[in-house]
């Protein structure tokens, strides 16, 4: 089983940066891949950006490319988020997930381990 422990929310203004982290702990191996999800009020989870460990493959939701940056240590089993030029819009609850056996690193039905979640808000 794989623990998920997230921090680095918060509220910042419009157009401000904020950085997630999420460190996996296990009995056994590391996960493969990790990602970052998103769920705002009222509306269903999605995939904002996913990542493979070994290699750094990554994928972004449309809507975060060129604003958001994933990133993976595999020694910590670690990954990151940066979110530069934050909108209104990027309002939401964000949950890191892990797994060892990964497909589509921003689709969540590819997770089997999650974390308990982090607010991100920025006001309007």
């Known amino acids: 089983q794989v623990r998920l422990e997230e921090s680095g929310g918060g509220s910042v203004q419009a157009g401000g940066s904020l950085r997630l982290s999420c460190t996996a702990s296990?009995?056994?191996?590391?996960?493969?891949?990790m990602g970052w999800f998103r769920q705002a009020p009222g509306k269903d989870r999605e995939g904002v950006a996913g990542?493979?460990?070994?290699?750094?493959?990554?994928m972004y939701a449309g809507s975060v490319e060129g604003r958001f940056t994933i990133s993976a240590d595999k020694v910590k089993n670690s990954v990151y988020l940066q979110m530069n030029s934050l909108e209104p819009a990027d309002t939401a609850i964000y949950y890191c997930?892990?797994?060892?056996?990964?497909?589509?690193?921003?689709?969540?039905?590819?997770?089997?381990?999650w974390g308990q979640g982090t607010q991100v808000t920025v006001p309007s």
């Open positions: 997930a892990a797994d060892r056996v990964c497909g589509n690193p921003i689709n969540q039905f590819d997770y089997k381990s």
């Open positions: 296990s009995d056994t191996d590391g996960p493969t891949c």
């Open positions: 990542i493979y460990m070994k290699s750094g493959f990554s």
